[in-house]
């Protein structure tokens, strides 16, 4: 069975300091990869995702991926953040093929201006 | 594009009714869509996969006699929640995929239901 995890809880930084949210995943396979967003009060959002190619992912509002196949990792990262990326991250994993999503246990980030 | 929406945002009922939440994809037709379930400051929980024109698949654990799926058209599906108890009470998500190459699910805002 696949599983993810989320080592950080809980990250708080402040404005215009640099990101990285840690995902590790298990599977005994070819995976997609992808990380989702949860402003408060607000529905799941696409971030960005992985399914092949080049392993540096870019996606919305300044965010990158890299995906490590030897370190089983995905980890989120943006250089500067803002007080607006104050949310919840989600990381999720899919077999090739398979259309089920497992998340991992979210990482809520908050921003101090 | 890829939007989804979700009725009603939240439900207050007595234990014992049922409710339906409905999932539309508004902009693209889905095959296939899930339901899950998100419990406070925890992550999201499959509770089932629903496939136009079939049966849903449920996760173990997941009682498919109290949580009724029902994916009636490409645009269109339905969870009702039977007999509701207060430990029914949850945020309550679908998502709909959009097939290859996107392969990709876009979430609805949720339903909160609360179960006297």
């Known amino acids: 069975a696949q599983s993810v995890s989320q080592h950080n809880h809980h990250v708080i930084l402040s404005e215009a300091a640099s990101l990285e949210l840690g995902c590790n995943y298990s599977?005994?396979?070819?995976?997609?990869l992808f990380w989702y967003v949860q402003y408060p009060g607000q529905h799941l959002q696409l971030l960005l995702k992985?399914?092949?190619?080049?392993?540096l992912v870019k996606g919305i509002k300044g965010f990158e991926a890299e995906f490590i196949k030897s370190k089983f990792s995905f980890n989120l990262r943006k250089p500067s953040v803002q007080w607006s990326d104050t949310a919840e991250y989600f990381c999720?994993?899919?077999?090739?093929?398979?259309?089920?999503?497992?998340f991992g246990t979210g990482t809520r980030l908050t921003i101090i201006p | 594009g890829a939007v989804v929406s979700q009725h009603p945002s939240w439900v207050i009922c007595k234990s014992g009714t049922s409710v339906k939440i409905e999932c539309r994809s508004l902009?693209?037709?889905?095959?296939?869509m899930f339901w899950y379930r998100q419990f406070p400051k925890q992550s999201l929980m499959l509770m089932a996969t629903?496939?136009?024109?079939?049966?849903?698949?449920?996760e173990q654990g997941v009682e498919k006699d109290k949580f009724l799926i029902n994916h009636a058209s490409l645009t269109l599906s339905t969870l009702t929640v039977t007999s509701a108890h207060p430990e029914d009470s949850s945020f309550y998500i679908c998502?709909?995929?959009?097939?290859?190459?996107?392969?990709?699910?876009?979430f609805g805002p949720g339903t909160r239901l609360t179960v006297l």
């Open positions: 998502s709909a995929r959009v097939p290859a190459p996107s392969d990709t699910q876009y």
């Open positions: 599977y005994g396979g070819t995976v997609n």
């Open positions: 992985y399914f092949s190619g080049d392993p």
């Open positions: 999720a994993v899919s077999g090739f093929g398979n259309e089920k999503l497992t």
């Open positions: 902009d693209f037709q889905a095959t296939t």
């Open positions: 629903s496939n136009e024109g079939s049966k849903a698949t449920y």
